[in-house]
């Protein structure tokens, strides 16, 4: 683990899973197209979602996919991770007041590139609503070790030129 409590690449093996949870608000899907910009009248009117084949309003696809990133970031690895990708496909609606099940599996592990893939699945209920794999790069415990000892020479260097 480092030290924000996220897993190094070197503690993560093929299995590994972790799931979080968010309950998607009517404030979430009005901030949301706030900040994105996406006030599709599906996510916003209730009038007009009415009439579409989902009778009613939906939350935004990317909303909904937030719950991954959340799951990645607090969950497996956690805190250090960084996405270098997400393929998705977004197969049922999310409603306002559905909670969103997010599960992060490990998949596969490249300890030399600090690089993981997961699978990545949002679930409401018994329903998958999206499906896809992340390709993340995660702390090193072994580059942090490597960089410390490093740091320690050069501060052994400066140290013993100002002494001598």
């Known amino acids: 683990m480092n030290e924000m409590n996220g897993h190094d690449i070197e503690d993560l093996q093929p299995g590994m899973s972790a799931t979080f949870s968010k309950t998607i608000t009517e404030a979430d ?16 009117n209730e009038e007009f979602a009415a009439g579409t084949a989902f ?9 909904t996919a937030s719950v991954i990133s959340a799951a990645v970031a607090n969950r497996l690895p956690g805190p250090g991770t960084i996405y270098l990708g997400q393929q998705m ?35 409401v209920r018994d329903t998958v609503v999206i499906e896809g794999e992340a390709q993340v790069m995660t702390t090193s415990r ?21 002494t001598a």
């Open 142 to 162: 072994a580059r942090r070790e490597a960089k410390a000892a490093q740091m320690a020479q050069v501060a052994q260097a400066t140290a013993a030129g100002v």
């Open 89 to 123: 496909r977004f197969k049922a609606p999310v409603r306002p007041g559905d909670t969103v099940h997010a599960c992060v599996t490990v998949v596969s592990v490249d300890t030399a590139k600090a690089r993981a893939v997961l699978s990545t699945v949002c679930s």
């Open 55 to 63: 009778g009613g309003r939906i939350a935004h696809g990317f909303l």
């Open 29 to 44: 899907i009005v901030l949301f197209a706030g900040v994105s910009g996406d006030n599709n009248a599906v996510h916003v």
